[in-house]
């Protein structure tokens, strides 16, 4: 059981409006029957331009924090290379990080995401914003014409809706959209494919893996400036979007990762880099059925909402479960297996999991058990590679919205039916969850 902190008393701006209280328990409702409520912007005209092979590829990023500055720079290195790309715009709602990615790329700096949409120096956008702002943003971006490199989750715990609407428009726009699973572009996973595909498990039956951590670094981010308040060097507003409209604190703006406005905690933050890949080298569709549970039960001690415990179950219409575990308050960890009804698959010293693993020990019930080496690869940079590819050539990414938005189901369902006790199923007819 999630255990909903105390508000923290809100720091004051003077020049902002009066904002209505919202109750907790009427936000989860209203997520709970995915209701989607898309932040209001001017209307955008497209602006795409026809991209020869030889074009330069004009890239502006929305979001240059700690993630932002992760692409930036693999952006850079691919310059470096010798891609033919330029960084052409950056755009952040705090000011100060904004200078200083500018600054570091000489790149045209904008507050707000509808003036870099509306520069034709920019041919493709990279999201990499809180999670709900994703979806509102790479819409936004795909129709002004830019294809889209949105971090994952593609959307917010309560955005499954909004997130299934954004593919459609992706499709019926012709756009190319990567999302951040960068565990597809894994070479290390490839090799599980080939395994299984080979039927050295026979039929898929189970997969057991986790994510542990000794620590609550990931939820408890910095905040660089305590006194910070909404104004022409902070948009506030940007930055909620179409989250309630709750008072401003620093924390609330620098640390969001705490709140279940913001996001999910180590379902949505987390388990996108566990399940992804399993999805993916196993060929599964979406979940028919999701369970959850865990809590708040390491660190309670600040105003967190998201839990530091969170364990889901996910069963599949192929007939196969999936079991992830999490806990923030121990980092021993032990093997994922992939459990089928003839062998087992099992993966060891897993890197992040997007990098790769050592090995794979293959154990049949016939035979002796082998071991078929891994590998470890920068998997962002492959992810970006790909994605710069299928802009030129228009072909499908290999995390492309169709792929995205089954991982985007596992997320949004768990998260959902831990909220509110209960089993989320997936009706898969009308893509809804249903609790």
Not at 284 to 310: C, H, M, Q, W
Not at 377 to 392: D, G, K, S
Not at 401 to 416: P, R
């Given at each position: 059981?999630?255990?909903?902190?105390?508000?923290?008393?809100?720091?004051?701006?003077?020049?902002?409006?009066?904002?209505?209280?919202?109750?907790?328990?009427?936000?989860?409702?209203?997520?709970?029957?995915?209701?989607?409520?898309?932040?209001?912007?001017?209307?955008?005209?497209?602006?795409?331009?026809?991209?020869?092979?030889?074009?330069?590829?004009?890239?502006?990023?929305?979001?240059?924090?700690?993630?932002?500055?992760?692409?930036?720079?693999?952006?850079?290195?691919?310059?470096?290379?010798?891609?033919?790309?330029?960084?052409?715009?950056?755009?952040?709602?705090?000011?100060?990080?904004?200078?200083?990615?500018?600054?570091?790329?000489?790149?045209?700096?904008?507050?707000?995401?509808?003036?870099?949409?509306?520069?034709?120096?920019?041919?493709?956008?990279?999201?990499?914003?809180?999670?709900?702002?994703?979806?509102?943003?790479?819409?936004?971006?795909?129709?002004?014409?830019?294809?889209?490199?949105?971090?994952?989750?593609?959307?917010?715990?309560?955005?499954?809706?909004?997130?299934?609407?954004?593919?459609?428009?992706?499709?019926?726009?012709?756009?190319?959209?990567?999302?951040?699973?960068?565990?597809?572009?894994?070479?290390?996973?490839?090799?599980?494919?080939?395994?299984?595909?080979?039927?050295?498990?026979?039929?898929?039956?189970?997969?057991?893996?986790?994510?542990?951590?000794?620590?609550?670094?990931?939820?408890?981010?910095?905040?660089?400036?305590?006194?910070?308040?909404?104004?022409?060097?902070?948009?506030?507003?940007?930055?909620?979007?179409?989250?309630?409209?709750?008072?401003?604190?620093?924390?609330?703006?620098?640390?969001?990762?705490?709140?279940?406005?913001?996001?999910?905690?180590?379902?949505?933050?987390?388990?996108?880099?566990?399940?992804?890949?399993?999805?993916?080298?196993?060929?599964?569709?979406?979940?028919?059925?999701?369970?959850?549970?865990?809590?708040?039960?390491?660190?309670?001690?600040?105003?967190?909402?998201?839990?530091?415990?969170?364990?889901?179950?996910?069963?599949?219409?192929?007939?196969?479960?999936?079991?992830?575990?999490?806990?923030?308050?121990?980092?021993?960890?032990?093997?994922?297996?992939?459990?089928?009804?003839?062998?087992t698959l099992t993966l060891q010293n897993v890197g992040s999991w997007e990098?790769?693993?050592?090995?794979?020990?293959?154990?049949?019930?016939?035979?002796?058990?082998?071991?078929?080496?891994?590998?470890?690869?920068?998997?962002?940079?492959?992810?970006?590679?790909?994605?710069?590819?299928?802009?030129?050539?228009?072909?499908?990414?290999?995390?492309?919205?169709?792929?995205?938005?089954?991982?985007?189901?596992?997320?949004?369902?768990?998260?959902?039916?831990?909220?509110?006790?209960?089993?989320?199923?997936?009706?898969?007819?009308?893509?809804?969850?249903?609790?």
């Open positions: 059981m999630i255990m909903t902190p105390s508000t923290p008393k809100p720091a004051v701006d003077a020049g902002a409006e009066p904002v209505p209280a919202i109750n907790r328990r009427e936000f989860i409702g209203r997520a709970t029957q995915l209701a989607v409520t898309v932040a209001v912007t001017a209307p955008f005209v497209s602006r795409a331009r026809v991209l020869g092979a030889n074009d330069r590829i004009g890239v502006g990023f929305i979001g240059v924090g700690g993630r932002g500055r992760t692409h930036l720079a693999v952006v850079q290195d691919l310059i470096k290379s010798g891609g033919n790309l330029q960084i052409t715009a950056v755009c952040d709602a705090y000011r100060y990080r904004l200078n200083e990615a500018a600054q570091s790329t000489s790149a045209k700096a904008y507050m707000h995401h509808h003036e870099l949409l509306a520069d034709p120096a920019v041919d493709v956008v990279c999201v990499a914003t809180p999670d709900r702002r994703h979806v509102p943003l790479a819409m936004d971006a795909i129709r002004a014409g830019k294809d889209v490199y949105c971090e994952k989750p593609m959307g917010h715990w309560s955005q499954f809706n909004l997130c299934r609407e954004f593919g459609r428009e992706v499709v019926k726009l012709n756009r190319i959209v990567q999302v951040g699973n960068q565990g597809n572009s894994s070479p290390a996973w490839g090799k599980v494919r080939e395994l299984v595909q080979q039927g050295a498990i026979g039929r898929l039956q189970h997969i057991l893996a986790g994510f542990h951590r000794n620590g609550d670094w990931g939820e408890r981010m910095p905040i660089p400036d305590p006194e910070a308040v909404p104004g022409p060097e902070l948009d506030w507003k940007g930055f909620l979007g179409d989250a309630p409209k709750v008072a401003f604190t620093a924390a609330r703006f620098f640390s969001w990762r705490r709140y279940l406005d913001y996001a999910g905690g180590p379902c949505t933050d987390l388990f996108p880099h566990v399940l992804t890949p399993f999805v993916s080298a196993l060929g599964l569709n979406y979940p028919s059925l999701a369970v959850a549970s865990g809590g708040i039960f390491k660190y309670n001690t600040y105003d967190r909402e998201v839990p530091d415990t969170f364990n889901m179950s996910l069963d599949y219409p192929e007939g196969a479960s999936a079991v992830l575990v999490c806990t923030l308050a121990n980092d021993y960890a032990t093997e994922p297996a992939i459990r089928g009804d003839e062998g990098s790769g693993f050592d090995s794979i020990t293959v154990i049949s019930k016939k035979g002796v058990p082998r071991v078929v080496p891994g590998a470890k690869a920068e998997a962002t940079l492959l992810h970006w590679q790909n994605f710069i590819q299928c802009v030129r050539t228009r072909q499908k990414p290999v995390s492309d919205v169709e792929f995205a938005l089954k991982v985007q189901a596992a997320m949004s369902m768990a998260m959902l039916g831990f909220l509110n006790k209960k089993v989320a199923r997936f009706e898969p007819q009308n893509k809804e969850i249903v609790l």
